[in-house]
Nanobody
């Protein structure tokens, strides 16, 4: 089985920074897509940032210029550097990886359990 585990969440003051990490473990043949989602209380889950296998990245408009997604292919890990944090960034952040466990199996989505990010004075 493939498991994703997030780390790096916590409580930070407005304007502060956090770095989230998500490591995938298990039998992994190839990772095609990595992403971070978030869900705030009373809100829909939204895509925050994503990175594809060639390194191309995309961000939702509210975080552009403040967040940066990166990947470490050797460690099957994706990071999210979060700077200039705002109270509206408060949410549970979820790691998503679209990966293939074998050359003979189609790829599928895997999710981590989430990590809480709270931005407050």
């Amino acid at each position: 089985q493939v498991h994703l585990v997030e780390s790096g969440g916590g409580l930070v003051q407005p304007g502060g920074s956090l770095r989230l990490s998500c490591a995938a473990s298990g039998n992994i043949f190839s990772i095609y897509f990595m992403a971070w989602y978030r869900q705030a209380p009373g809100k829909q889950r939204e895509l925050v940032a994503s990175v594809i296998s060639d390194g191309g990245t995309n961000y939702t408009e509210p975080v552009k210029g403040r967040f940066a997604i990166s990947r470490d292919n050797a460690k099957n890990t994706v990071h999210l550097q979060m700077n200039s944090l705002k109270p509206e960034d408060t949410a549970i952040y979820y790691c998503n990886q679209y990966l293939q466990i074998s050359a003979h199996m189609p790829p599928s989505d895997y999710w981590g359990p989430g990590t809480q990010v709270t931005v407050s004075s």
